[in-house]
């Protein structure tokens, strides 16, 4: 936040002469100075709470695109269940977080593994949080969750997504956040107490790690313990593809999530109107929150070429499902490194980005693990390699402006090696912890029988079995052996034969 000057009466009266009223002159003209200091103050906070609170509503707008790309992702038997819990990640993680989440995550001044205090919001506003901040903070947790949603789509119990949405948003993600991103965290780059990991702390500007990586390890687990969906191997174990039902669908809620980042990425720098105190007055924070829209826009864009020209060399196709997933997965990586990059490196990001995305699409297939949304691979992959990028990449300029100056910077950039061990010690931990935590819960989920549907459920479809009726009348192409009741509308293939001139 700006300081401005104080003014002084004893100071002033002085430079005011011998006259008889100096005393009282100064005292005027220090109570309208203040007063418009006061304004000043205030208006500062007003533009900063308010760029927060957008930021916080494009980050909520994500959630509509996660729901409108797992609806597109799934068979139609499938897609009023895949929205629903869309909802109830929103939902069940709103009440969680404010109860006990934002407490573990931003609860200062505490210990560097979990925060202590605000629960329930108590004692907030405060001179460190307003709700503004709590409301940002609820849009990264619902987020990660909503990751975790997409790979256990199709085969998932109801109950079980309550039970894994709450724990994740109320305990799991905002233990990772305390961390990284808490004046507390034994890992953060902000960290005001205790010595720095490596000097440095690990910088996750906006979540590489901390939302992507979390997601998508948990999905890991889940799909994992749960198992493939019917069908999508056959007996020989060869890979069978269960296609999305609408690519509509998908490409609409990819553009809404990339709507979305914008708030994600930029908005993590939670205030716009700080000077960098630079000969250049035009320079100060709000140019470093453009040009982190620029390194988000250029790693997506590149993702999304690579992912278009690599696939269609691969297997022989143009395939916009695929490209959507490139896309995000450029997204995913940046989202680590956004602040501290140069522009160019976005896109040596975006590209590295798409490859790694698609080996560990080729790896999950090898090893027969089946997520319906490539999302633990995308998040989880894509979230891992954004912090390593950040190690290699991240500008001293840019690092001093937005942490602090004297701090390590990228290996690639002359700063040495501390900056990469600490980006090392944070995937290597946070895989852990999420493994230690989420696999029990889905294990335990699986022994109490509360976490995959029946295959009769499973092969009928959700819609109809478990929320009593579709999303809309449509057939899938799977589906023939396991006819839907009632109506149904069946696929018109052109006809070969040439058609008649109209007279």
Same mark, same amino acid.
């Given at each position: ?74 068979? !139609? ?63 990264? !947790? ?26 994740? %948003? ?87 999530? &990339? ?32 040009? %982190? ?13 690579? %992912? ?81 990028? %950040? ?41 852990? &912890? ?70």
């Amino acid at each position: 936040m700006a300081s401005f000057p104080t003014c002084s009466a004893d100071e002033l009266t002085p430079l005011l002469g011998l006259a008889a009223n100096a005393t009282a002159a100064a005292d005027y003209i220090c109570t309208r100075f203040t007063a418009t200091s006061d304004k000043f103050t205030n208006t500062t906070y007003a533009i900063d709470n308010t760029y927060l609170l957008f930021s916080a509503y494009l980050v909520f707008a994500m959630q509509l695109g996660f729901a409108m790309l797992c609806a597109g992702s799934v068979r !139609a038997k499938n897609t009023m269940n895949i929205m629903l819990t869309n909802v109830l990640d929103a939902a069940a993680g709103g009440i969680s977080y404010y109860i006990f989440g934002f407490a573990f995550a931003f609860g200062g001044p505490s210990n560097g593994f979990i925060g202590k205090h605000y629960f329930g919001l108590k004692s907030i506003p405060s001179s460190s949080y307003d709700y503004s901040f709590f409301l940002y903070q609820w849009a990264f !947790a619902i987020a990660a969750a909503g990751i975790t949603s997409g790979s256990i789509a199709e085969r998932t119990q109801f109950v079980a997504y309550l039970i894994y949405s709450s724990f994740l %948003t109320g305990f799991v993600y905002p233990i990772v956040s305390h961390w990284v991103w808490s004046s507390d965290g034994w890992a953060s780059a902000s960290r005001t107490s205790g010595s720095l990991l490596f000097d440095s702390g690990a910088i996750d500007f906006a979540g590489s790690g901390v939302v992507h990586m979390v997601g998508g390890i948990a999905g890991l687990w889940g799909a994992l313990i749960e198992g493939p969906r019917i069908g999508r191997f056959d007996r020989t174990g060869r890979s069978v593809a269960l296609r999305g039902h609408s690519a509509s669908l998908v490409v609409l809620g990819t553009f809404l999530l &990339w709507f979305g980042w914008y708030g994600f990425n930029p908005g993590s720098f939670l205030t716009i109107s700080k000077s960098y105190n630079t000969s250049d007055a035009f320079y100060g924070q709000w140019s470093a929150v453009g040009r %982190t829209a620029v390194t988000t826009t250029l790693a997506g864009c590149t993702a999304a070429l690579t %992912t278009l020209f690599s696939k269609r060399l691969l297997v022989g196709h143009w395939n916009v499902t695929d490209v959507c997933n490139g896309l995000l997965g450029g997204f995913a990586a940046i989202t680590s490194g956004c602040a501290v990059v140069e522009p160019w490196a976005a896109i040596v990001c975006g590209f590295v980005a798409s490859w790694v995305l698609i080996g560990c699409n080729k790896l999950a297939e090898k090893l027969k693990f089946d997520d319906p949304l490539e999302a633990a691979q995308l998040h989880g992959g894509c979230g891992a390699w954004g912090l390593l990028f %950040t190690g290699l990449f991240a500008k001293k300029r840019y690092v001093h402006e937005v942490y602090a100056t004297g701090r390590p910077y990228g290996l690639f950039m002359g700063g040495g090696g501390k900056l990469l061990a600490a980006q090392i010690i944070q995937i290597l931990v946070i895989f852990g &912890w999420v493994s230690a935590t989420m696999g029990p819960l889905f294990y335990i989920l699986k022994k109490l029988k509360l976490l995959r549907v029946s295959k009769e459920d499973e092969l009928q479809g959700m819609d109809m079995t478990r929320h009593g009726g579709f999303a809309y009348i449509y057939q899938d192409e799977d589906s023939s052996s396991h006819p839907p009741p009632g109506f149904t509308m069946r696929k018109i293939e052109p006809s070969s034969a040439t058609p008649s001139p109209i007279v």
